[in-house]
């Protein structure tokens, strides 16, 4: 991991719901466009890889990141900071991801893109620790086709189920987190997350035998 990613991410643990984070919303509040620029800087990331897991799209995730950030910046002042930030931010891409699929299904067919092209820093998170272990070729092929096949089923969830699944598995939020984040009973969550869970399970067990005819 080069350094500048390492102390971003840094960073972004000593800012998570504490003092330091406060000082910084209360920056760009006063319209400091350097902090403001620190906090893309430290959640774009987050954003984009959120956006491209919910929509499946590389490009449509990308565009949406923009307009989560316009959003963030236009509604900052509201943030009472009862949740996170990063929670905070969270409810405004899953909302801006939600209206997308709808307006997107509208006007032309869902299609998903390779993992690679959806989050390459995610993949490379991913493939580190397998490689670091001597990981082959083929089982570095073998594990790539695992995970996309894992994001074409997820892309088969209902948009609510595959939400709560990826806030929870992907992004590792508490249930009481995703609540928060999603303005939802904290039971609520639990029961989709089951039922999610379960969905996905289904859609990537191996396809049956057919028997043959007697």
């Known amino acids: 991991m080069a350094s500048g990613e390492m102390a971003l991410r840094s960073d972004e643990c000593a800012l998570a719901g504490g003092p330091a984070e406060r000082v910084l919303v209360d920056q760009c509040r006063q319209g400091d466009p350097q902090a403001f620029g620190r906090l893309v800087a430290l959640h774009e990331r987050m954003v984009y890889n959120l956006a491209a897991r919910l929509l499946g799209d590389a490009e449509e995730a990308r565009d949406l990141s923009q307009d989560v950030f316009l959003q963030v910046y236009r509604h900052l002042g509201g943030f009472q900071g009862r ?5 905070w931010i969270f409810r405004i891409v899953v909302n801006q991801c939600r209206n997308r699929q709808r307006w997107w299904r509208r006007r032309r067919a869902d299609h998903a893109t390779s993992l690679d092209e ?79 869970r379960d969905s996905l399970r289904q859609r990537l067990l191996p396809a049956s035998v057919e028997e043959p005819h007697p």
Not at 83 to 87: A, E, G, H, R, V
Not at 119 to 139: D, H, I, L, M, N
Not at 167 to 196: H, N
Request: with cysteine; charged share 25%.
């Open 83 to 87: 949740s996170s930030l990063k929670t």
């Open 118 to 196: 959806l989050t390459p820093a995610e993949e490379a998170k991913a493939s580190s620790g397998a490689c670091a272990g001597g990981e082959s070729p083929f089982e570095q092929a073998c594990r790539r086709e695992r995970v996309q096949r894992v994001q074409v089923a997820l892309l088969e969830l209902p948009f609510h189920h595959r939400a709560v699944l990826v806030l929870r598995e992907v992004e590792g939020l508490s249930c009481e987190e995703i609540a928060s984040a999603l303005g939802l009973p904290e039971g609520t969550v639990k029961s989709r997350l089951a039922r999610a």
